[in-house]
């Protein structure tokens, strides 16, 4: 069975600080996709990132970075410089890279950014 | 951009009456997922479908939801009869799952409240 833990619950941080959310993950699969979903107050999910399990290359994006490592089973995201408009609730996920591909969110992190 | 379309965005309703929500998938999309949101248990996996085929359906409750994709631009979630524990926004994604860089795509919801 796959799992994912996001083990914040909320997380408040003051504009311009960097913030790390944490992303923790379960699987027996060989291959798997690991994501990213941020869910601002207005309550669309909205893609940020897709990995594949073989891919270990950290990315980034503008403020956006991405830290995956296998042999620790995470996923952690760091949102530098944020802003207020970063506030909102950021869900990992995870799925398999087989036939059915379903996709396992975690319970995801509220993230405050305060002016 | 492409979007997944939900409908509708909002519905109350009174507890035993018949709810249908439709979402329409990205054009080309042949994977379909029905997601339910509550506070308490976040983002539960309701039933997904591949090329119009259901995949799997473990997360409904059998006895009164049943989800269909009569043709490839329209899936719909029906609950019958509605129950005050089906309070929820219920989300439909789409996507193509294999070998690229996009996450699937999730609708706005549709925010259900039955009294």
């Known amino acids: 069975a796959q799992k994912v833990t996001q083990a914040q619950t909320e997380i408040s941080v003051v504009e311009k600080e960097d913030v790390t959310l944490d992303c923790v993950y379960e699987?027996?699969?060989?291959?798997?996709?690991l994501f990213w979903y941020k869910q601002p107050p207005s309550g669309e999910l909205v893609f940020l990132i897709r990995?594949?399990?073989?891919?270990?290359q950290n990315e980034i994006s503008g403020r956006y970075s991405w830290n995956f490592q296998k042999s620790t089973s995470s996923f952690n995201f760091t949102i530098t410089a944020s802003q207020v408009v970063d506030s909102a609730v950021y869900f990992c996920a995870l799925s398999d890279a087989g036939g059915y591909q379903k996709v396992t969110f975690g319970t995801g992190t509220k993230l405050q950014v305060i002016p | 951009d492409a979007r997944v379309t939900q409908t509708p965005r909002h519905k109350v309703t009174e507890m035993g009456q018949e709810v249908t929500m439709r979402c329409q998938p990205i054009?080309?999309?042949?994977?379909v997922f029905w997601y339910r949101q509550t506070m308490m248990q976040g983002l539960e996996l309701l039933a997904y479908f591949r090329n119009r085929a259901p995949l799997d359906d473990s997360g409904m409750p059998k006895d009164r939801f049943s989800a269909e994709m009569p043709d490839a631009t329209l899936a719909t979630l029906k609950i019958q009869p509605s129950e005050p524990r089906d309070s929820a926004v219920y989300f439909c994604a789409s996507g193509l799952p294999t070998g690229r860089p996009d996450g699937y795509t999730f609708g706005s919801g549709t925010r259900l409240t039955v009294v």
């Open positions: 990995r594949n399990s073989f891919d270990e």
């Open positions: 054009l080309g999309h042949n994977t």
């Open positions: 699987t027996r699969d060989t291959t798997y996709y």
